[in-house]
């Protein structure tokens, strides 16, 4: 018999035994990741060099934010980059899963092949890419002579760096976001095609009318997770431009990256990650509620 | 007239045709890189898909840049990430999934709410925080920040909730204690989403570049994906070399990847999202 007692005794006995289980990753989420981000907002509200203390100046730092002309510009990159990003993996990934599923059993093998880019680094695909790019003794260059076209500028072109960056980081991960789309796509009961085909659909019909509403919860995924991952673009751009040709691929991380490590501004670098924070948290709520509106069901 | 099969045959051809051309797009590069790297430094650039003379110079090179040193540093902080992370978030995924405590909900909330910052917005405050544990310039600063991870907890959560409550009471009848059950049943049946995990956190933390570049200045605790960044923008490192290095940082993960992606794909297809 259990009485009211020992069942108190019982609960505080899981709840002890749960919050330790628990606390490794509690306690390190909470310094690692929540603390920091409340300290990033407080140093913002400084100016600081790292090396002398600290001085408090209030919201000074984001009203210089709001006349940085370099940071709106930067801004400005991010958002194209974000929109070149985004377009090349979702239709890509997309149309890479449903010629995946046309395969049927030899699809299965070549979705490994497909995936084998997202296994490589950042960096590596940089260096990769950097050497394929090269002005005049890349392999793209190459082959556009081959064919008979002139040769491109890539990385070293102010106009085309951006979204030869794009292509490299798309080539990284459209593989695993066609696998995403795959495994949805092969979830439809087959029956749903059968009787559309039965009713005189069309390829383009039953995608438009089946396929796409009915894989539309990964669809919101990866348009939301890929522009995310769009805006925190740094990596490829530190390893292959650097930020060049002339400031063309100055995107908003890295112009943090510099104001915070290579000017030593760590009040104003914070207040900058700030605010790209909340732009992106905006973005993501603004996607989330525009494609829930669109429902189908 | 075209008839049906006639048809049904061209149109395979021409996915056929398409498929190759894919595998083309995305393994050129690979491939690129691969031939380039025994190739001798002379003939990097001569565009040849097949390399005219075999020289493994480059190679020679990257050791005597202490490659094998940056290698080292890589394997251990991406193995030490991974063995610590998968304990820990076993443990939390089994308190969420299984155990019923007061403030669980608040809690998991609280946990996937981590997921929405970003690194590049803490990055800042965590290299100052990291600086005052005394950790710049050691393999703590790398390894200990990498260990939380919400999505982890998150799928192990995920993963324990499907299994059946039964296991639990027959266990509790038999006068195993929560921990017990834990530790008897749970991570015995946890093999597919351990192996999931492992993969995904030791790629990620194998190709990491940012953090380290930041916390590790130091040369000897450089790790592989920033020695081999630093090559670019010298004009004395040859480039069969900076491809050979390249290589060499691939293996590993194209390696894993290989034998355990069926884990990944299976984790992709639990992980919910569909």
Known sequence: MSSPKTSRIKKRRTNAFAYAMLAPDLIGLAVFLFFPIIM?????????????????????????????????????????????????????????????????????????????????????????????????????????????????GFLSSSSQALGSIAVSAAWTCIGYYAVLFLAAIKDIPPSYYEAAVLDGANKWTLFWNITFPLIKNVSVFVFIITTIGSFQVFDQVKVMTNGGPANSTNVSVFYIYRQCFEYMKLGYSSALAFVLFVIIFFVSVFQLKFTKADSVD | MVSPVMKSRSWSAAKAIMAVMLVIVFIFPIYGMVVSSIKPNTEVFDL???????????????????????????????????????????????????????????????ILSTLMIPFSVVMIPLFILVKSFGWLNSYWGVIVPAIPHAFGIFLFRQFYLTIPTELDDAATIDGCSPFGIYRNVYLPLSKPITMMLAVSFFIANWNNYLWPLIVNQEKKLWVLQVAIASFVGRNDTPWNAVMAASFVAVLPSIAIFFVLQKYLVEGIKMSGIK
């Open chain 2, 48 to 110: 040849r898909l097949v390399p005219a003379h075999v020289s493994f110079s480059g190679y020679q090179y990257a050791l005597k840049q202490n490659l094998q040193r940056y290698f080292l540093n890589s394997l251990i902080i991406a193995s030490c990430v991974t063995f610590i992370a998968l304990i820990f978030h076993s443990m939390s995924g089994y308190a969420l999934a299984r155990l019923d405590f007061s403030g669980k909900r608040f809690v998991f909330l609280w």
């Open chain 1, 40 to 152: 990033a907002f407080y140093v913002s509200l400084h100016e600081w060099d790292a090396l002398s203390p600290m001085q408090f100046i209030g919201i000074e730092n984001y009203l210089t934010i709001l006349g940085d002309s370099d940071w709106w510009r930067s801004l400005g990159l991010s958002l194209s980059y974000s929109l070149l990003f985004v377009g090349l993996v979702f239709c890509g990934s997309l149309l890479l899963a449903v010629f995946l599923d046309s395969l049927k059993k030899s699809g299965e093998i070549l979705r490994t092949v497909y995936f084998i880019p997202f296994s490589i680094s950042t960096v590596v695909a940089s260096m990769i890419w950097i050497f394929m790019y090269n002005d005049k003794t890349g392999y793209l260059n190459g082959f556009l002579r081959l064919v008979g076209l002139p040769g491109q």
